[in-house]
């Protein structure tokens, strides 16, 4: 079974700092990888996925990932956050044809300051 | 945009009864999970469910746990006997297809058990 983890559960940065979560999994073959952020009493929303190609994804609002397999990593990164950023963010990866679950990393939350 | 949604947003209930969360996917979705997140704790998948059967599940879903596609638009999971324990955030997702597409996720159902 995958295994995801994320370290620092919580940073507090400015406004303008750059941003970088990691998020490394256990090795299971072929994986789909996932960012997915919660905003304050909202939904679970994806920022980006890789699946193949480019190791350098973007997603929404700025955020992109590189997928580093020989590091069995995904870490997430935004070069300037706002205080709208403020919000937990989970890694998520899928792994295997046919396995459609999601193993989910604990999470972490993030506070922008003004 | 459509969503996810879920029923009720908080459920309070003695420890031995019967509990029944309730969501409707998005309704061109084929294929539907739910999740669960103790506090603190990592969101970990429990069951996934297509054309009417379960297609996967995980070691937490025992015989205390079932689902059901009651109508062409819930999609439920029923608790029989309620324990300390089950208290949880608990998530919904579809997806519209299989290996590619994301799963959208409802706000959650948390599920307090006294």
């Known amino acids: 079974a995958q295994s995801v983890s994320q370290h620092n559960h919580h940073v507090i940065l400015s406004e303008a700092a750059s941003l970088e979560l990691g998020c490394n999994y256990s090795y299971g073959g072929t994986v789909n990888l996932f960012w997915y952020v919660q905003y304050p009493g909202q939904h679970l929303q994806l920022l980006l996925k890789?699946?193949?190609?480019?190791?350098l994804v973007k997603g929404i609002k700025g955020f992109e990932a590189e997928f580093i397999k020989s590091k069995f990593s995904f870490n997430l990164r935004k070069p300037s956050v706002q205080w709208s950023d403020t919000a937990e963010y989970f890694c998520?990866?899928?792994?295997?044809?046919?396995?459609?679950?999601?193993?989910f990393g604990k999470g972490n939350q993030v506070v922008v300051i003004p | 945009e459509p969503e996810v949604t879920q029923t009720p947003s908080h459920q309070v209930t003695q420890m031995g009864q019967e509990v029944i969360l309730r969501c409707v996917p998005i309704?061109?979705?084929?294929?539907f999970y739910w999740y669960r997140q103790i506090l603190g704790q990592k969101v970990e998948f429990l069951v996934s469910?297509?054309?009417?059967?379960?297609?996967?599940k995980s070691e937490i879903f025992d015989d205390q746990f079932s689902v059901e596609r009651p109508d062409g638009s819930n999609f439920t999971l029923k608790i029989r006997s309620t324990k300390l324990e089950d208290s949880a955030m608990y998530f919904c997702?579809?997806?519209?297809?299989?290996?590619?597409?994301?799963?959208?996720f409802g706000p959650g159902t948390r599920l307090t058990v006294l």
């Open positions: 997702a579809s997806t519209e297809g299989d290996l590619y597409n994301e799963q959208f």
């Open positions: 309704s061109n979705h084929l294929y």
């Open positions: 998520a990866v899928r792994g295997g044809y046919g396995n459609n679950r999601l193993a």
């Open positions: 469910f297509y054309n009417n059967e379960i297609s996967e």
């Open positions: 890789y699946f193949s190609g480019d190791p």
